[in-house]
């Protein structure tokens, strides 16, 4: 396997692959010419508590994790689904570092199934001109 790639190359791989929690970016973490958006998706396990999310929560905080967190990434959105039962999360990520990514799931993974997607910003028009190149 190679070690280095193109701009060109890491932007198909990006987009084409998404990540798992266990931490294979599929690209070198050296690689990190450009910014990228992700959408990660947390859903709370059957068997977590309120009070446990609380308290990983807290512990995430208590540890600073919070701060080193914010620095690796350009922008954060979090967002809750109103009404939902176990808890559901998604963050709307923007950062050149895949490890802030790693970090996220590492630590909220004993409590949350989640899955992490790079994503792009497309309108439909746009996403049909695509569609369309596609087919020939």
């Known amino acids: 396997m190679r070690s280095t790639y193109s701009q060109d190359e890491c932007e198909l791989i990006i987009v084409l692959i ?3 929690t266990d931490g294979n ?6 690689d990190r010419r450009f910014t990228m958006w992700y959408i990660s998706i947390f859903d709370a396990k059957e068997h977590v508590t309120r009070k446990d999310i609380y308290r990983e ?3 995430w905080i208590k540890k600073g994790k ?9 922008t954060i959105k979090r ?3 109103v009404g939902t039962s176990p808890l559901k999360i998604f963050f709307v990520i923007e950062t050149n570092d895949p490890t ?3 970090m996220l799931t590492n630590h909220f993974g004993d409590a949350w199934d989640s899955i992490t997607f790079p994503i792009v ?16």
């Open 100 to 102: 802030a990514l790693t």
């Open 79 to 81: 967002y809750e689904v």
């Open 18 to 20: 998404p990540l798992t």
């Open 57 to 59: 929560r807290a512990s």
């Open 121 to 136: 910003q497309r309108d439909i028009s746009e996403a049909l001109k695509q569609d369309s190149a596609v087919k020939g």
């Open 66 to 74: 919070d701060k080193i967190f914010q620095k690796k990434c350009k």
């Open 25 to 30: 970016h599929r690209i070198p973490a050296s």
